[in-house]
């Protein structure tokens, strides 16, 4: 009788022990859709019901012991009887009015002491506040709380639809909201903007320049790391922030151009200020309150007279001296890489070649509160982005119009940006080459040899995609109670074919290792091959991992699938309906891991190095968010190792190494481009490739040679190494 009392009484202390555990994942479930509604046709004051009553029920200033900091709660309720920026104004980040408003807003949302008190803060500034205001400062206390950070913010292109869609998409999308009545299946084909104006060649690449998925990842990483958060002032120790800034858009630069190459486009181009910028830009959108966006023409001048023409010339603001400053910013920029040092604010000499000297440099061009002198170097890509825009003066705070370069869901979609950001990577670059190469020592893993690559066929294709625009409709305070509109929009996006890479590595003992891989060029848009010191810059890394060695061969298996690239983001709906929390995505799009290639075939690069495990040495309380193209720091190693330096090619094949050719075949047609014929036309062209059979590719393990010849060509030519030198 004891022992069944016992067994009895464990079973009462192990149900109690589960249903604590229970409760808290169903408040925190509870809090999470919570949160998603805030986000519910953000374009129009909430009418919620629970959201009507905190925002008049709550008062700020009579709870100011509940915010860590109440005197920052002061200087907001101090702005907010100023008055803010007007509901359903244009929201432009990189106006400082607009950014001073929100970065308050964030500081009393991230500083509320609890999850109630962030929640009815949120609530009253969803009622009272700005929406693009609100929706800013909102997802960035989401993903900096503790009590909040993993919860997965829902897509910002079902968010913001009209950051992402046509103006013919959205007023189709209202013509059936007005006229017609909810009906789950029902969509709307999405065309790029090159549909109704091509005023540039290079609208040819919108799939991928407005791609929803692209615009979304870097919406949210300039989420996850704010350029004018204080690090310091939220306590958190960033690990390498400059490198991590610069790695992020080398990749995507490099990600870009391989892209250009499918498409028979060449580097990405370059600008003078004191010129015209050839590359117009048509964006085919308009804002919320039917304001459009701005848009440049091709030819374009910058010329201060002729870019404020029948427009002040004054102190009104700094945009109309844009084009002296970002002149004066990137000469004095020059200047330190040349000399070797930057000025801080008092003065002082700061040595930039030293082993922090790149995330000096770094912080600079990204203009953020570490920069060591702000005034002096400026805030060069903000004045770039409004010049490079072409956007017009506002009549005054509250009327601004931002270029499609001044929104970070939309700055993608404009050839400019690549533009810009190549020209941001080519100051990096001016530094990294008074660095010295690689020597053989520093690539070699003593020991170990990559014999070979093994690659299933490479396919790409495109199909369709689905997203919800129903937050670009206006509802009713009924409809608004639930989630009953569902309006769709088709797009064709692309994809690639499921494959498998295998590595083959011999190793002479046990060793922990990392296995960087990259997809790169071979050739140029007209067939010349480009040589490894200037390519370097063009290898996107697309793997990256741990593995422990065993004595004699190793064969490495890889999925496409396993890789750290993130399938399309969960929607809405999904994360409402759902009962267990979804995977937080933080990476590139997994559909454009590989260039689309070309229906005849391809050729690229995959390359590998193994390098011995480096361990993180990290000051404490360090966090190392993910960067690049969503790869994960794993060791020590600069970001982008081996092409993050300029190469000697004496020392840079080591036998850890291996240069594999692959072929990316695209099953549709190569003038297609996703824009310049109807979905239906693009329908019926895809079924006719499906019905081909992709050449098989010849496995690696079949060639006789360790690299490509072209690679090697120096091994029999005094070009590139002395005659007494012996290979």
């Known amino acids: 009788m004891r022992y069944i009392f016992v067994g009895l009484l464990v079973c009462i202390c192990a149900i109690s022990a589960l249903d604590g555990p229970k409760y808290e994942a169903d408040e925190k479930l509870r809090q999470y859709r919570d949160v998603l509604d805030l986000?519910?046709?953000?374009?129009?004051?909430?009418?919620?019901?629970?959201?009507?009553?905190?925002?008049?029920?709550?008062?700020?200033?009579?709870?100011?012991?509940?915010?860590?900091?109440?005197?920052?709660?002061?200087?907001?309720?101090?702005?907010?009887?100023?008055?803010?920026?007007?509901?359903?104004?244009i929201y432009g980040l990189f106006y400082d009015t607009h950014l001073e408003e929100a970065a308050a807003l964030f500081k009393i949302l991230y500083f509320a002491k609890d999850f109630d008190t962030f929640y009815k803060t949120a609530c009253w500034a969803r009622y009272h506040v700005n929406q693009g205001v609100f929706l800013y400062a909102l997802s960035i206390a989401l993903q900096n709380r503790q009590d909040t950070y993993q919860m997965v913010l829902p897509p910002i292109y079902e968010v913001n639809p009209y950051y992402f869609f046509n103006t013919e998409v959205i007023q189709k999308a209202q013509r059936y909201k007005q006229v017609g009545k909810p009906r789950p299946e029902f969509h709307i084909q999405a065309n790029y903007s090159g549909w109704y104006m091509n005023v540039h060649p290079e609208q040819a690449l919108s799939y991928f320049m407005e791609d929803v998925g692209i615009a979304a990842y870097?919406?949210?990483?300039?989420?996850?790391?704010?350029?004018?958060?204080?690090?310091?002032?939220?306590?958190?120790?960033?690990?390498?922030?400059?490198?991590?800034y610069y790695y992020f858009y080398q990749q995507l630069i490099a990600r870009f151009y391989l892209e250009r190459l499918s498409n028979h486009f060449g580097e990405i181009g370059t600008y003078d200020y004191e010129d015209a910028f050839e590359t117009g830009y048509y964006p085919s959108m308009t804002y919320p309150n039917g304001v459009q966006f701005p848009q440049r023409p091709n030819w374009a001048k910058f010329f201060t007279n002729y870019y404020n023409h029948g427009q002040s010339f004054s102190m009104k603001g700094l945009y109309p001296f844009a084009y002296y400053r970002v002149m004066d910013y990137e000469r004095r920029i020059r200047d330190a890489i040349d000399a070797g040092f930057v000025i801080s604010t008092d003065g002082k000499q700061v040595n930039i070649y030293t082993p922090e000297g790149f995330n000096i440099l770094a912080d600079i061009l990204e203009a953020n509160p570490q920069a060591v002198n702000l005034q002096y170097y400026g805030h060069l890509l903000v004045f770039a982005r409004h010049l490079i825009g072409y956007t017009q003066q506002p009549l005054d705070q509250y009327k601004t119009i931002p270029s499609a370069l001044e929104n970070f869901e939309t700055s993608l979609r404009d050839p400019g940006f690549w533009q810009l950001y190549k020209r941001l990577i080519l100051h990096f670059q001016n530094y990294k080459s008074n660095l010295h190469s690689y020597t053989y020592d520093e690539l070699n893993f003593s020991g170990v040899k990559v014999e070979g690559i093994d690659v299933d066929p490479l396919v790409t294709f495109f199909d369709n995609f689905d997203i919800d625009i129903s937050n670009a409709v206006y509802v009713s305070d009924e409809e608004f109670q639930g989630n009953g509109w569902n309006i769709h929009a088709r797009q064709f996006r692309l994809n690639h074919k499921p494959f498998t890479y295998k590595i083959k590595v011999n190793s002479a003992g046990t060793s922990e290792a990392v296995l960087r891989v990259f997809i790169g060029p071979k050739w140029d848009e007209y067939g010349r091959f480009i040589e490894i010191e200037d390519n370097r810059l063009n290898f996107v890394e697309i793997d990256r991992f741990k593995y422990v060695l065993k004595p004699g061969d190793n064969v490495i298996t890889r999925n496409s699938e396993e890789l750290l690239f993130n399938d399309d983001r969960t929607t809405f709906k999904s994360l409402y309906d759902t009962v267990e929390p979804a995977e937080k995505p933080h990476a590139f799009p997994k559909r454009f891991l590989l260039p689309k290639g070309r229906a005849s075939g391809q050729t690229f690069y995959m390359y590998v190095i193994v390098s011995p495990y480096k361990p993180l040495v990290l000051e404490k309380d360090a966090i190392v968010p993910i960067v690049g193209l969503g790869v994960e720091r794993l060791d020590d190693f600069d970001l982008g190792f081996p092409f993050d330096r300029p190469v000697d090619k004496r020392n840079f094949y080591v036998?850890?190494?291996?240069?594999?050719?692959?072929?990316?075949?695209?099953?549709?047609?190569?003038?297609?481009?996703g824009l310049t014929r109807s979905y239906d036309q693009l329908a019926a062209k895809d079924a006719e490739y499906s019905t081909q059979v992709s050449p098989t590719l010849k496995s690696a393990y079949s060639y006789n040679q360790e690299y490509d010849e072209l690679y090697f060509k120096y091994r029999s030519s005094n070009m590139y190494a002395p005659q007494s030198v012996r290979f």
Not at 228 to 234: D, P
Request: aromatic share 16%; proline share 4%; glycine share 4%.
């Open 39 to 89: 986000f519910k046709y953000l374009h129009q004051r909430t009418s919620l019901l629970k959201h009507v009553e905190i925002a008049n029920a709550f008062k700020i200033e009579d709870n100011l012991d509940k915010y860590t900091h109440p005197e920052l709660v002061k200087e907001f309720l101090h702005m907010y009887d100023k008055g803010l920026l007007p509901l359903d104004a």
């Open 655 to 673: 036998p850890n190494s291996f240069f594999q050719n692959v072929m990316i075949h695209h099953e549709g047609d190569d003038t297609i481009y």
């Open 218 to 244: 870097y919406y949210f990483y300039n989420l996850y790391r704010p350029c004018w958060m204080n690090i310091e002032e939220l306590g958190v120790n960033t690990y390498k922030r400059g490198e991590q």
